[in-house]
């Protein structure tokens, strides 16, 4: 027969409630008392019955990912979501993934449909849902809880989650490139409606100005976060009439584009042209030569933004907003620049 709480409060030798407070993660339980319920709970084999667990507690034991449908495919979504999986995992939660078209005129009340459907206790949110005012304020207007990946911290509404200093860590890749003696830099911005184009822009410029570097706007082009927004962006650079001889794509899926697009035209990488992205995701080090990219630690954004979430669920003065590091992954996309273009 399938062990029933009453049998772990037995062995235990304490309450049912007390089982019930320590597999619901509640505070307040002494370290001892865990020790002794979770022993208890292993050796009978015993697990939660979320049906139970939602109808005693008032809660679904649910939090749902909202994101870009577009963005599906992107390693950057799956490393959140397998972080997102890990905290929900060791915490008893169950996760829903929600992809939504952002571009739908309707998308807010789309987001609404789905918390009136399933009743997740909160939601995790990334760019764009995490940077729509609209959206935010909605959510705050029927208490509902939820935590940012990387939203805008001007808007106020990122008060749970994770971010990381994009624009810094721009800057400081721009610094990379002019010390390899790069003075033609191109960006290729990622999409307007994320917050991540911004910074990472900002970054860029700040970068170049640090270096003496004059913006020039026709190095800059308008793009996106996928693998063909990187390729229509190279052909638009390498068309000019002085190409650039490094280009910094918003992202890593846009960098293979770049490198596929030099390879095309028979560019050598990194002899003729430097390539460098943002993200660090496991593409960068599988492509040939591996991407010099900014470490984004994807994974545990999506992580420390679940437990931030579960702990706020949990007790509403507590769950923060968690500033995560970068790194500055250096491998064999970027080299020094051609000799004639030093001289130019």
Not at 78 to 102: F, N, T, W
Request: glycine share 8%.
């Amino acid at each position: 027969m399938r062990a029933r709480i009453e049998d772990v409060a037995q062995a235990a030798g304490v309450s049912m409630t007390t089982v019930s407070r320590v597999f619901n993660r509640e505070p307040n339980v002494r370290e001892k008392t865990r020790l002794k319920v979770e022993a208890a709970a292993q050796a009978l084999n015993y697990r939660p019955n979320p049906s139970a667990r939602s109808l005693a507690g008032n809660r679904s034991y649910l939090i749902s990912l909202v994101y870009d449908d577009p963005a599906a495919a992107s390693s950057y979504i799956m490393e959140i979501i397998v972080g997102m999986l890990a905290a929900c995992e060791r915490q008893g939660y169950s996760a829903m993934l929600r992809p939504l078209e952002y571009s739908n005129a309707d998308h807010v009340r789309a987001v609404e449909e789905s918390i009136e459907q399933y009743r997740p206790d909160g939601l995790i949110l990334v760019p764009p849902f995490a940077d729509d005012v609209k959206l935010l304020n909605r959510l705050d207007a029927l208490g509902v809880r939820y935590a940012s990946i990387s939203a805008k911290a001007k808007l106020g509404h990122a008060r749970i989650g994770t971010i990381l200093d994009e624009r810094k860590a721009a800057a400081e890749m721009i610094a990379h490139a002019v010390e390899l003696g790069h003075r033609r830099i191109a960006h290729i911005a990622g999409p307007p409606m994320h917050g991540g184009r911004a910074w990472r822009l900002a970054g860029y410029r700040d970068g170049l100005r640090r270096a003496g570097i004059p913006y020039d706007a026709k190095l800059v082009v308008d793009g996106g976060f996928t693998f063909d927004d990187g390729v229509a962006g190279t052909r638009q650079l390498l068309d000019l009439r002085h190409p650039p001889t490094a280009i910094f794509a918003a992202n890593d899926d846009s960098a293979c584009g770049v490198m596929h697009e030099a390879f095309e035209r028979g560019l050598r990488i990194p002899q003729d042209l430097s390539v460098f992205g943002f993200d660090d995701t496991p593409a960068s080090r599988q492509i040939w030569p591996s991407l010099t990219t900014v470490r984004q630690p994807c994974r545990e954004m999506g992580r420390i933004a679940a437990e931030q979430l579960l702990a706020a669920i949990r007790d509403p003065q507590v769950g923060s907003l968690v500033r995560v590091p970068y790194e500055l992954m250096i491998r064999q996309s970027g080299g020094p620049a051609p000799v004639a273009a030093k001289r130019r």
